[in-house]
């Protein structure tokens, strides 16, 4: 997910482009399967703004069962990035000490993967499920409850229907 932007950087500020993205992608973390979307770059006072909607397919493990599973988020790419060399005089920049952002590489390519990387992050949910009404692990029996229905918690509702239970089931 490179691009050469150093054209960009030549033009006016508020210049644009539009590009698109649909690309397997791997070495991440979290596991970033595929990525795509379109959006644009524009030409800012010190850098360039990159702004876009992807959607990205990212795999998991349910915090319930610990099943593999894959979701697919929608992203809002919003972010600036700087450059860190001159594009017409390939004399190095000053970036600002704060700046806790984004770079663009010294060959003048943006490289969307980190970008694609905070946000997909950002937008994971803390406990993952494979479906909202995934049964998880019983951790009574050790069993996947999503394939077998075990009765270890049925049975101690309240102690009397358990008592009442075990004569009908006698
Ligand atoms: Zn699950
Ligand atoms: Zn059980």
């Known amino acids: ?37 379109a959006g644009r770059f524009v030409r800012t006072h010190q850098g360039v703004w990159v702004e876009a909607d992807v959607s990205v397919t990212v795999m998991q493990d349910c915090s319930r069962c610990l099943a593999d599973f894959n979701r697919t988020l929608d992203l809002e790419l919003d972010e600036e990035y700087l450059p860190q060399v001159d594009v017409r005089t390939g004399h190095r920049l000053d970036v600002p000490e704060d700046w806790d952002g984004l770079y663009i590489a010294d060959d003048h390519t943006l490289n ?23 049964g998880g ?7 996947d409850r999503n394939q077998f229905k075990c009765d270890c918690y049925e049975l101690d509702i309240d102690p009397r229907w358990a008592a009442l239970r075990a004569l009908i089931v006698d």
């Open 1 to 37: 997910m490179n691009y050469n932007v150093a054209q960009l950087l030549k033009e006016p500020i508020g210049s644009q482009r539009a590009f698109t993205v649909g690309e397997p992608y791997a070495d991440l973390e979290p596991p970033v399967e595929y990525v795509a979307g």
């Open 112 to 134: 969307l993967t980190e970008a694609v990387r905070q946000s997909a992050i950002a937008a994971l949910p803390l406990k993952p499920l494979c479906r909202p009404e995934c």
């Open 137 to 143: 692990i019983c951790d009574r029996c050790g069993r």
